[in-house]
């Protein structure tokens, strides 16, 4: 069993959709979680991260992480064509753990 | 803008041929990955470095790759000989070690065995 666990999508919505991507873990000693944004043909960019359970919003992005259910989500409000993109989330210890990513795709 | 640079960006080679990619830490940085990515397995952890000294490289094949730090300013990821198998794009990361809130990606380097 992989650390974290990612629906790959793909995942295709209209603008202006409320987006929910969500990843579950294995391991609860590590209390630091990630989410990351990949465009086509470049690297991962830190999006969000958050540390233990709870919210964190950041404009259209909140990330959200409980820890009862070891579940990790990313809910993007009124989605945009620029978040077409894949999405990994990650948790860490002493190295990063990453989901495989959901692609998403956000249609005009 | 600090950022982690990666070169060469692409790189086709025959199979059996040595493959360097090499891989700029963003400056201060005391910690420095090397993830291979593809369609199938995702970011795969291959080596992980901390003030240079390697930390864990249970992510590779040791029979075919090495990495190393010969500086702070340098870390090189090495195939030999290269697979058609090794077929990927490969991230160099670097961050602090007291940064847990995320590190920085560089390009990649895409990396074609034929």
């Known amino acids: 069993q992989k650390e974290v666990e990612q629906d790959p999508g793909p995942l295709s919505v209209p603008e202006g959709a409320i987006v929910s991507l969500n990843c579950t873990y294995s391991?609860?000693?590590?209390?630091?979680f990630m989410w990351y944004r990949q465009y086509s043909r470049k690297g991962p960019e830190l999006l969000m991260y958050t540390y233990s359970s709870g919210n964190k919003e950041d404009g259209r992005f909140t990330a959200q992480v409980d820890k009862s259910s070891k579940y990790i989500s990313l809910f993007i409000r009124d989605s945009q064509p620029s978040d077409s993109a894949t999405y990994l989330c990650?948790?860490?210890?002493?190295?990063?753990?990453f989901g495989t990513g959901t692609s998403l795709t956000v249609i005009p | 803008d600090a950022r982690v640079t990666q070169t060469p960006r692409h790189k086709v080679t025959e199979m059996g041929q040595e493959v360097t990619m090499r891989c700029q830490p963003i400056?201060?940085?005391?910690?420095v990955f090397w993830y291979r990515q593809t369609m199938m397995q995702g970011l795969e952890l291959l080596a992980y470095?901390?003030?240079?000294?390697?930390?864990?490289d249970s992510g590779m094949p040791k029979d075919r790759f090495s990495a190393e730090m010969p500086d702070a300013t340098l870390a090189t990821l090495k195939i030999q000989p290269s697979e058609p198998r090794d077929s990927a794009v490969y991230f160099c990361?670097?961050?602090?070690?007291?940064?847990?809130?995320?590190?920085?990606f560089g390009s990649g380097t895409r990396l074609t065995v034929v």
């Open positions: 391991n609860s000693a590590f209390q630091y």
């Open positions: 990650a948790q860490t210890g002493n190295q990063f753990y």
């Open positions: 990361a670097s961050g602090l070690v007291s940064g847990n809130y995320g590190y920085t």
């Open positions: 400056l201060g940085h005391n910690t």
């Open positions: 470095f901390r003030n240079r000294a390697p930390l864990d």
